[in-house]
Structures are given as C-alpha cells and as structure tokens.
C-alpha cells in the first residue's frame, strides 16, 4: 500500500504532458462533482424543483468544466484522485441524507 501512494504521490517527469489518468480523472471527476453539486443546489433552492431545474442545467456545463480543469492542473496522480473524490464525496453525503429524510 505505501509503493502504491508512493507511486501515485511522485510527480510526473515532463509536465508538459497531462497523461491518460489525470484526463479520465478530470473528466468522470468533474462529471461527478458537477452533477452532485447541482442536485444538491435543485434541492436546497426553496420552491418547486421543476422550476429550479433550469439554474442548474444551465451551470453544469461552466461547472463540469471548472472541475475539470481544477482536477487536470493536479501536480501528482494522488492529488488527482483526491480533487475528484473527496468534493463527490462532500457533495453526495448530503444528497443521500436528502433523499433518506
């Protein structure tokens, strides 16, 4: 388990290239967090949820790409994934507890 952090935690040698983990991680990370986040922004609006529907459909895209990038600009894979799993995490407990209540 420590070679695997080790690994994950090392930089990679040319920055000039993002490389294929961190793309995957921006892309399914920042959907995550993108879309979390604006069910849970549908959820807290005070009214109907059909009429708070078009806020969010209309930030999700400036939203996924915020993330995305946010992700992408990581220094080491391990602060990849940790940008796209712990804000997923931040966003879906709440929603969770929503939907349980």
Excluded: D
Aim: glycine share 6%; with cysteine; net charge positive.
């Amino acid at each position: 388990m420590k070679e695997l952090i080790k690994i994950l935690s090392t930089p990679e040698i040319s920055g000039k290239k993002i490389g294929l983990f961190r793309i995957l991680c921006s892309i399914f990370g920042g959907l995550s967090v993108a879309y979390f986040g604006m069910t849970l922004l549908v959820l807290i609006l005070p009214g109907i949820p059909v009429e708070n529907a078009i806020l969010p459909l209309v930030l999700n895209t400036l939203t996924w790409a915020s993330c995305a990038l946010w992700i992408s600009l990581a220094y080491t894979k391990l602060s990849a994934i940790l940008r796209s799993v712990v804000p997923t995490i931040l966003f879906l407990v709440p929603v969770l507890v929503y939907y349980n209540s």
